[in-house]
């Protein structure tokens, strides 16, 4: 004990739960690149359409939805051209639950990787985290391609100030997606039943988002259960969205804050759960 | 104390959950916490305190590693050998970082770099270039350091010709090259090395070993390697460790350690008796004898190829009401599981049994086993409800020869020689003209 300072490492059976490491992620920051790039490179290797790909998804739901539920079902879209309403919403929520669902099965899909070497844990969740934003990006070119289409066709939206807090959203969509995945990624090492949940689970939590009607809509129709819609996170992220890119959309500081609130304390949990359990998982998984 | 430890290993235990995890498991993870929330010890790592992989205790939980205390200076390659499940691997996990201890610590200086696998990481879609730099990362170094040493990297592995094409076009061995390429250039003051040498042919071999030998000689580096190749150890460990249930037997210079464990491995008798209740089992059934017998039900160590061999058990059953199924394993001296067998045609395969003491023997057919040591071990257990009772291996030994008789068949026939595979069974050839 009294050589202690002599050795530069130590590995102990009880960690700390609030070191983060954070130094030993900055010092793995090239694997993280890396990791993206592998991502996305092998994402469209040996296909004819290569990055073309990222397009196809969201446009075709766009389609799908105008004409389900603009058409089908009549539901209103604030008066604005229904493909740009539904894009709108699809492309963040996609971002949003392409995070949510990779990272929360980050231990299992890496147990091999993570059973042979050790680098910083968080690299990975974060590495997902950083390729959907790529995708995201791809995504959102073709949004504001849609835009300007329908600027030229003289449909009724406008760009507001709202739009300059973009990079917030961005990031809070990111962190919500990560530090809900990390909770449930560090829950289902040993029991696997909470993975199941996750991929219905977030198809249905898209209903209980604002991607395919207005929050006006919602509280016009339903007031009384219009609150769960409310105190989804997601739901005043997507409507800050709209409201800086098409104008329209229920925008206040509130409920923006609100959702920060949430990010935060998710994250914060998810963080510390994460990596508590990244020491033991290879064990359980 | 002296300066030059790079790593110095303190009570260092590793505990393993055995069994299944599912519904039951919530119930007792509860317990444990609210045990630890009231300040009290982990009432699950209290009871197996025994490590003794080979007989049940109490508990669920097996100790892997149990108070294991050792330094290693500067500069030295150690081996570090033992039999499977004798905790090599475990070390070399909580070594690398991969899973933590269950107690104690482990103190270093300087960087540290493990190969528990080679290509860990690669992706077949990606080009060999990329997966280099990928497969570095993933080991720690930084982008430069592998820009650095990618020629290096290349010319070791013998790619050049490759280097844009994707890994899954690569042949196996080419694969492995470059894998072994990128973590041989890993820039670090300790490697940890797992038996990644089992691989690539005997030419890359020999370069790796070379590799490795500069490596530890050359560069004042701190090598830890684990190996069943006896060969590579001896080859440029000056220090070796010996593992035995998850404690240090012994750790001393290469030559001794070889011997001890030789002697060790290879001391086993051809049957083991015991008093009654001294044997291996628990409070169900116990273990009385285990012999290796002829056709004449006499003792014996050395048999034919052609001889029919009889493994005899004798258990004494102390509580009824249980579904006690046997099993043999069979293992070769290299280790290799040749085959394993249950009691299922037997009256007693399904059967409740009462108190009493049981005799069975499970007969070898002559013209079955290759010749060379077969070291054997024993189970009784009930896989339904998932309990063993008692699980020894390397409880018996017997040596197969072969007296190249001309009044018996044998697998042989007329060829001479080393005759190759794990068995030598003599099987029965049809004909269609």
Known sequence: MEHKEEYSWTIEAKASLFDLKFSEIWAYRDLLWLLVRRDFVS???????????FFIQPL???????????NLAGISTDG????????AGITAWNYFADCLTKTSTVFKDNAGIFGKVYFPRLIMPLSIVVSNLVRFGVQMLLFILMMVYYYFTGAPFHITWAISLFPVIVILMALLGLGAGMIISAMTTKYRDL???????????MYATTVIYPLSEALKKYPAYAWIIQYNPMTPIIETFRYGFLGEGTFSWGSLSYAIAITTTLLFFGMIIFNKVERNFVDTV | MSNNVAIKVENLSKAYQLGQIGTGTISRDLERWYARMRGKEDPFLQIGESNNQHTKSESD???????INFEIEQGDAVGIIGRNGAGKSTLLKILSKVTAPTTGRISGKGRIASLLEVGTGFHPELSGRENIFLNGAILGMRKREIQRKLDEIVDFAGIERYLDTPVKRYSSGMYVRLAFAVAAHLESEILIVDEVLAVGDAEFQKKCLGKMGEVSKGEGRTVLFVSHNMKSIVGFCNNCMLLNNGKIEMINKTESVLRKYEETNFKINHYQEWHSNSGPGDHIVKLLSIKAIDENKNKNREFDVTDKIGIEIQYEVL?????????LNFYDEFENNLFDSHNVNSKWYNEIHPIGTFTTTAWIPGNFLNEGKIIIGVAIFNHKRHEIHLHTKNIIAINIIDKLRTDIISARGL???????LLRPLLNWTYEK
């Not at chain 2, 509580?319 to 199924?325: C, F, M, T």
């Not at chain 2, 060829?415 to 595979?421: E, L, Q």
Request: aromatic share 22%; no cysteine; charged share 10%.
């Open chain 1, 80 to 87: 604005l051209p229904k493909p740009l309403f539904y894009m």
């Open chain 1, 195 to 205: 993975a199941f949940l996750v991929t219905f689970g977030v198809q249905l939590l």
């Open chain 2, 415 to 421: 060829t001479t020689g080393k005759f190759a595979g």
């Open chain 1, 43 to 53: 994402f469209y290797k040996q296909t004819i359409l290569g990055p073309l790909w």
């Open chain 2, 319 to 327: 509580e009824s009401n249980h579904i006690l199924w046997h099993g």
């Open chain 1, 60 to 70: 075709f739901t766009t389609i799908i939805f105008t004409f389900i539920f603009g």
């Open chain 2, 61 to 67: 939980v097996v100790w892997s590693l149990k108070d």
